[in-house]
């Protein structure tokens, strides 16, 4: 699927690059396999020991691990319809999504605005807020677990929920850290090239699938990862804050590429950057378990009350 993210109010340089994009191929799969699969390991065998033991036992951290690369598999040709559907949910183009106004904290409420201004949500993407609604049926779940485990009720099948649930978050959380997932320039450049970064339609796979697999070890990694903690305020917020902060990695995957960073072995500069993009996916997916974990405890309102 292309990723064309028209929208209004453009410079004529933007819409440039917005017809170069139309003969761009669709997206890499962020991380590939082995990528998404360290960050989801990493993310569950550092979870803080207040976590309940069935999401931090091996077996558990094998099967969240498993389902790293999960919505990558959903996206193959034998079912078109799914893989349509679920193909804007790995990337947002912070580009024309940010000049629609702020990002609002509902999917529909942004759809609502992208289709007003003649544009269409599948172009510009969905990320922020698949991987929201994704954290918020761990929350669920992780409610109905400290409510079916107080009962002294069996637990096991809100225990599967939950590591689907986690294992699915982290795909897209995966997603998030890889900055060609969050702009325009998602594979080649676009528009104004005064530094004659590649246009060419290679960069992408390159950096995250070979060069990942290739060159990137757990040890590495996890030695890049932050402490836990709990993320405050509104996870929305949080998780757009983030999107932003690898945002700003952009260029740097491109000056990098432009030095021969992801051919072969690459560089020192290189595999210390991709090293670190791939612990701050562990980082937050972690934390971000965590949180649903502590969120779990608060009471809510029963919704059919007094109905």
Not at 179 to 193: E, F, K, M
Not at 205 to 222: D, I, L, M, S
Not at 235 to 249: I, N, S
Not at 284 to 304: F, G, Q
Request: aromatic share 12%.
């Amino acid at each position: 699927m292309l990723r064309l993210p028209p929208f209004p109010r453009l410079t004529a340089t933007f819409l440039f690059g917005l017809v170069c994009l139309t003969f761009q191929p669709p997206a890499a799969r962020a991380w590939g396999n082995e990528g998404h699969r360290m960050i989801n390991r990493l993310a569950a065998s550092t979870l803080p020991v207040s976590v309940p033991g069935f999401l931090r036992s091996e077996a558990a951290v094998n099967e969240i691990e498993y389902l790293g690369p999960e919505p990558d598999r959903w996206r193959s040709p034998a079912e078109p319809e799914l893989a349509a559907a679920q193909a804007p949910e790995h990337f947002i183009n912070l580009e024309p999504a940010d000049a629609l106004g702020p990002l609002p904290r509902r999917r529909l409420d942004f759809e609502a605005r992208v289709f007003a201004a003649g544009e269409r949500p599948e172009k510009i993407g969905l990320q922020p807020w698949e991987t929201t609604e994704v954290w918020e049926r761990l929350k669920a779940a992780l409610r109905e677990y400290r409510s079916l485990a107080a009962a002294g009720k069996d637990t096991r099948g809100v225990e599967a929920a939950a590591l689907f649930y986690a294992g699915w978050l982290g795909h897209y959380v995966g997603d998030g850290s890889q900055p060609l997932h969050t702009t325009i320039q998602y594979n080649g450049w676009v528009g104004a090239n005064p530094n004659g970064y590649t246009t060419g339609h290679q960069i992408h796979w390159q950096f995250e699938g070979p060069f990942v697999a290739a060159n990137e070890h757990e040890p590495e990694v996890r030695a890049k990862m932050t402490e836990p903690k709990a993320i405050e305020g509104d996870m929305f917020d949080a998780y757009v804050a983030y999107l932003r902060q690898t945002k700003t990695y952009v260029e740097r995957v491109y000056q990098l590429e432009k030095a021969g960073g992801f051919e072969g072995a690459g560089t020192v500069d290189s595999r210390e950057f991709t090293a670190e993009r791939l612990a701050a996916g562990a980082s937050m997916l972690r934390d971000m378990i965590y949180t649903a974990w502590l969120e779990s405890a608060k009471p809510v309102p029963d919704p059919y009350a007094g109905k």
